[in-house]
């Protein structure tokens, strides 16, 4: 009974998470397409949850829905050309960007088709959080610092873009 019951959140999450991601890139109202992302989003950390990855789930939440898309919200208040009518919403490449869409979707199914998922028997341990952190400080600690300083690049490009000539 309750395989059933998470089985149909999950078609139920599965089912927003896709509606919303498609409004997210077919809305001609960006404001709009952050608020279906911000829904992807809390779809996404639903799956999580289903999947017993409540940390996931939290960082989710914490960092892409509080952080991230509040911060792209406050991103196109701020530029009020964005939302303009006088923009057009919309580019020639659409034709293109379909069929190159159906091609990633066909082999994103084939490979799924073909695919041996295998599972473990092994129950995961409880401490998964803090094996995620040691990891992240010993063993990975590297790639971590790494990603630490392209972020800071692409704030540091990002700020250098904003920025107005003359300013």
């Given at each position: 009974?309750?395989?059933?019951?998470?089985?149909?959140?999950?078609?139920?999450?599965?089912?927003?998470?896709?509606?919303?991601?498609?409004?997210?890139?077919?809305?001609?109202?960006?404001?709009?397409?952050?608020?279906?992302?911000?829904?992807?989003?809390f779809?996404?950390a639903?799956?999580?949850?289903?999947?017993?990855?409540?940390?996931?789930?939290?960082v989710?939440?914490?960092?892409?829905?509080?952080?991230?898309?509040?911060?792209?919200?406050?991103?196109?208040?701020?530029?009020?050309?964005?939302?303009?009518?006088?923009?057009?919403?919309?580019?020639?490449?659409?034709?293109?960007?379909?069929?190159?869409?159906?091609?990633?979707?066909?082999?994103?199914?084939?490979?799924?088709?073909?695919?041996?998922?295998?599972?473990?028997?092994?129950?995961?341990?409880?401490?998964?959080?803090?094996?995620?952190?040691?990891?992240?400080?010993?063993?990975?600690?590297?790639?971590?610092?790494?990603?630490?300083?392209?972020?800071?690049?692409?704030?540091?490009?990002?700020?250098?873009?904003?920025?107005?000539?003359?300013a």
């Amino acid at each position: 009974m309750e395989g059933e019951v998470s089985q149909v959140i999950f078609y139920l999450l599965s089912f927003v998470i896709i509606v919303s991601a498609i409004y997210v890139v077919t809305l001609r109202n960006i404001f709009h397409s952050a608020l279906f992302l911000i829904l992807t989003l809390f779809g996404v950390a639903g799956i999580y949850i289903l999947l017993h990855a409540e940390f996931l789930a939290a960082v989710q939440v914490l960092i892409y829905v509080g952080a991230i898309s509040v911060l792209i919200i406050f991103a196109i208040m701020l530029t009020s050309q964005l939302a303009s009518k006088e923009i057009r919403q919309s580019n020639e490449q659409v034709t293109v960007a379909i069929f190159i869409c159906a091609g990633f979707l066909l082999a994103s199914l084939g490979s799924l088709a073909n695919t041996v998922w295998k599972l473990s028997e092994n129950p995961l341990p409880n401490d998964n959080t803090l094996t995620i952190g040691r990891l992240l400080m010993n063993e990975f600690v590297l790639p971590f610092e790494v990603v630490s300083v392209v972020l800071l690049a692409a704030l540091i490009g990002a700020v250098v873009l904003a920025r107005k000539e003359g300013a």
